[in-house]
């Protein structure tokens, strides 16, 4: 038998994710030692030692399932929302949010409208359903064109991604546009709110999404443990929307999606403000040291909301860099050869990045 005649055409097409390269594997392959990884959007600073120290406690629990209504991230999260504990649904990281509403939303024939270049995630999931992916380019400053979007709503969409703030752009839409967005979706349509970056977002005016849950069944905002809690190594992250939906979703889901030791980090690090108030100011100094190094080299940079940059470096710097170990996000796969994103590290990190651009483009132009 050939597998090539039963596979689904849907997924034969599937272009996988590519995950940002860990140092090892750059050692392995390219006898790079020392080298950095600014490239998957992860914590420099780590996760809360609070965090760590509960998941020391609970290994001696591990030959037990663990609680698959995550009821005490479940209440926590509620209280903090002033939702009710039926309105969250609980994934292994956001991406397993993503899956599960595609499989609960979107079938053959069906639209899912999102922008682009956003998550990669969203063609894989829409397409994985056998569904079509309605790609929407962001307007020329690289954010949401939220009125395209809107304009791209046909009778066959179900769902739409609105990625706030953007990856990999880092760029974000304020209040005023998304609400007006959001006002004027049809009834029946799904829309989910990637908030992934949510903690990061230093504009005043950043919309208030959680505010639509009351107002519009059939909304769902997404947040992770994995960016600014710094626990992407342990797979959590949630959904908060109206309970039917969190209902509908809750059916799709394998019943122990997130492991023991995921919850009780997770827990622990929502408890530990001063560590995600330090990894927001990490963060938010990293920006502006990079901005304005990176701006003075003659490399442009856009705006950020995110923990990570999108900067024009030119092309090939992808491989130069990392020959030189500094592990950064190609954007060749966005149609965005000469740009690239990069994470924002720990000030020595940072600076690397900067001194090892600086010298490979020196000479050039
Ligand atoms: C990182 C990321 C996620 C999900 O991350 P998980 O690790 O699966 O929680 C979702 N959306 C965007 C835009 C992201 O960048």
Same mark, same amino acid.
């Given at each position: 038998?050939?597998?090539?005649?039963?596979?689904?055409?849907?997924?034969?097409?599937?272009?996988?994710?590519?995950?940002?390269?860990?140092?090892? =594997?750059?050692?392995? /392959?390219? @006898? +790079?030692?020392?080298?950095?990884?600014?490239?998957?959007? /992860?914590?420099?600073? $780590?996760?809360?030692?609070?965090?760590?120290?509960? +998941?020391?406690?609970?290994?001696?629990?591990?030959?037990?399932?663990?609680?698959?209504?995550?009821?005490?991230?479940?209440?926590?999260?509620?209280?903090?929302?002033?939702? =009710?504990?039926?309105?969250?649904?609980?994934?292994?990281?956001? *991406?397993?949010? !993503? =899956?599960?509403?595609?499989?609960?939303?979107?079938?053959?024939?069906?639209?899912?409208?999102?922008?682009?270049?956003?998550? %990669?995630?969203?063609?894989?999931?829409?397409?994985?359903? @056998?569904?079509?992916?309605?790609? #929407?380019?962001?307007?020329? *400053?690289?954010?949401?064109?939220?009125?395209?979007?809107?304009? %791209?709503?046909?009778?066959?969409?179900? #769902?739409?991604?609105?990625?706030?703030? &953007?990856?990999?752009?880092?760029?974000?839409?304020?209040?005023?546009?998304?609400?007006?967005? #959001?006002?004027?979706?049809?009834?029946?349509?799904?829309?989910?709110?990637?908030?992934?970056?949510?903690?990061?977002?230093?504009?005043?005016?950043?919309?208030?999404?959680?505010?639509?849950?009351?107002?519009?069944?059939?909304?769902? #905002?997404?947040?992770?443990?994995?960016?600014?809690?710094?626990?992407? $190594?342990?797979? +959590?992250?949630? @959904?908060?929307?109206?309970?039917?939906?969190?209902?509908?979703?809750?059916?799709?889901?394998?019943?122990?999606?997130?492991?023991?030791?995921?919850?009780?980090?997770?827990?622990?690090?929502?408890?530990?403000?001063?560590?995600?108030?330090?990894?927001?100011?990490?963060?938010?100094?990293?920006?502006?040291?990079?901005?304005?190094?990176?701006?003075? !080299? @003659?490399?442009?940079?856009?705006?950020?909301?995110? &923990?990570?940059?999108?900067?024009? %470096? $030119?092309?090939?710097?992808? *491989?130069?860099?990392?020959?030189?170990?500094?592990?950064?996000?190609?954007?060749?796969?966005?149609?965005?050869?000469?740009?690239?994103? +990069?994470?924002?590290?720990?000030?020595?990190?940072? =600076?690397?990045?900067?001194?090892?651009?600086?010298?490979?483009?020196?000479?050039?132009?």
């Amino acid at each position: 038998m050939t597998l090539e005649r039963v596979v689904k055409p849907h997924i034969r097409e599937l272009a996988p994710y590519e995950p940002g390269k860990p140092p090892e =594997e750059l050692e392995r /392959e390219l @006898g +790079v030692v020392g080298a950095i990884k600014l490239a998957s959007n /992860e914590s420099p600073i $780590g996760p809360s030692p609070r965090a760590i120290a509960a +998941v020391r406690e609970a290994l001696e629990g591990l030959h037990r399932y663990p609680d698959g209504a995550c009821f005490a991230l479940r209440s926590r999260l509620a209280e903090h929302f002033g939702v =009710e504990g039926k309105q969250l649904v609980f994934g292994c990281g956001a *991406d397993e949010l !993503l =899956e599960l509403t595609a499989k609960t939303f979107l079938g053959p024939g069906d639209e899912a409208v999102y922008a682009w270049p956003s998550f %990669a995630m969203y063609p894989i999931v829409v397409k994985g359903m @056998g569904a079509t992916p309605v790609q #929407v380019p962001l307007d020329a *400053d690289l954010v949401h064109d939220l009125d395209a979007m809107r304009a %791209a709503i046909t009778d066959r969409t179900r #769902v739409v991604f609105v990625c706030n703030p &953007n990856n990999p752009t880092g760029t974000s839409v304020g209040a005023e546009a998304f609400d007006a967005f #959001v006002a004027s979706l049809p009834e029946d349509v799904v829309l989910v709110v990637d908030e992934a970056y949510y903690e990061f977002a230093r504009r005043p005016d950043f919309p208030q999404a959680i505010e639509w849950l009351a107002r519009r069944p059939g909304t769902m #905002v997404m947040r992770t443990f994995s960016k600014i809690y710094g626990l992407a $190594g342990l797979r +959590v992250g949630y @959904g908060v929307c109206d309970p039917e939906m969190a209902d509908y979703l809750n059916r799709a889901r394998h019943p122990f999606n997130v492991n023991r030791l995921a919850e009780v980090a997770a827990l622990a690090a929502l408890d530990d403000t001063e560590h995600a108030a330090r990894s927001r100011q990490v963060n938010a100094e990293g920006a502006e040291y990079l901005t304005r190094e990176l701006t003075d !080299l @003659g490399i442009e940079v856009w705006p950020t909301d995110a &923990n990570f940059l999108l900067i024009r %470096a $030119g092309e090939g710097f992808f *491989d130069k860099l990392q020959r030189e170990g500094v592990i950064v996000r190609p954007l060749d796969g966005f149609g965005m050869p000469d740009c690239l994103r +990069v994470s924002i590290g720990l000030p020595e990190e940072n =600076e690397r990045l900067v001194k090892t651009l600086a010298r490979l483009r020196k000479g050039r132009a």
